[in-house]
């Protein structure tokens, strides 16, 4: 694998990687998006989440898994749904368009009002057609489960549709509904009884992939999916693939971070000694990878000394 010019080495052996995939509960994004790859898996596992979540029966006709949405322009972000999912028509004057999010990153918690704001806006913008109502535009309901508490209150059900501020009591119906779930949050007082122990059931489910001691029928033919997804051989080689990719970065990352350093520290007269030390002690970089980065160095600073 070259990158910037430096061969570095990066390969996860496929048992490792089966080992991995065996490991992993649906709260990881990877797993999720194999178990939505096959339609009919993907209809039995979202509507199951989807009618635990709001204790009703929610029939799903089609799942798009990974549907991407471009931008309006090239320099601006598209938008990558987990799941987006169209449900049957129950005779209402809008559809509703459902988007499941699994969030297991904490460092994302300040982002996702605003990540979702987006996501809506670049949902609609696809929906209305020229001459057309807006009363046509779907409505939109997102529910991200997250393994972090995306609000600190120690909740499992948050909530979240615009108000008028000023006027509370006056309905203001633009058909958005934004729902967090908290996998370890406590069951929310307003919540039935009932919904809120199947609701725990299932969040335990995706975030541990530990079943409950009662039969959940649910739970049961996710966890069918789920099992045998784990063991196709394909599952395993795409997270083969995807671990090179993401290790790829990482180590562009990790070297740029090398080359920054030695840089700042030569500036500050410091000792390539003590340089090579820290490189190998605390960035854990390979002796061939410190000696081309010095190089590469020493290169940019004869690029200076020649202008």
């Not at 996702?112 to 704001?117: K, N």
Request: aromatic residues 8%; charged residues 30%; hydrophobic residues 35%.
């Amino acid at each position: 694998m070259q990158t910037n010019n430096l061969i570095t080495v990066s390969h996860i052996t496929e048992e490792a990687a089966r080992k991995k995939v065996s490991e992993m509960s649906l709260i990881n994004g990877f797993l999720f998006d194999s178990v939505l790859e096959d339609q009919a898996d993907a209809i039995t596992v979202t509507q199951a989440i989807l009618t635990t979540t709001f204790n009703k029966s929610i029939k799903v006709i089609n799942v798009s898994s990974q549907k991407t949405y471009n931008a309006v322009d090239t320099d601006l972000h598209g938008i990558r749904f987990d799941a987006q999912i169209t449900p049957a028509d129950d005779g209402s004057l809008t559809a509703t368009i459902y988007d499941v999010e699994m969030e297991d990153r904490d460092s994302d918690r300040a982002e996702l009002p605003r990540r979702l704001r987006y996501y809506t806006a670049l949902s609609d913008d696809k929906q209305v057609k020229s001459g057309k109502s807006y009363k046509t535009l779907p409505d939109f309901v997102t529910v991200t489960i997250s393994s972090y508490d995306p609000f600190s209150a120690g909740d499992m059900y948050y909530a979240a549709r615009s108000v008028i501020t000023t006027h509370p009591y006056i309905e203001y119906e633009d058909g958005i509904l934004h729902v967090f779930l908290y996998c370890k949050g406590k069951i929310n007082e307003d919540l039935d009884v009932e919904h809120g122990k199947k609701l725990t059931e299932m969040l335990k489910y995706i975030l541990s992939g530990e079943k409950p001691t009662t039969l959940n029928t649910d739970i049961e033919a996710i966890d069918d999916i789920v099992t045998q997804v784990k063991k196709k051989p394909e599952v395993t080689i795409n997270y083969m693939k995807q671990w090179d990719r993401e290790d790829h970065i990482r180590t562009d990352t990790k070297l740029d971070d090398g080359l920054g350093f030695i840089l700042f520290s030569r500036n500050h007269n410091i000792s390539d000694e003590d340089i090579r030390s820290h490189l190998e002690t605390n960035m854990h970089l390979m002796p061939y990878e410190i000696d081309n980065l010095f190089r590469k160095a020493d290169a940019e600073k004869d690029a200076v000394l020649t202008k």
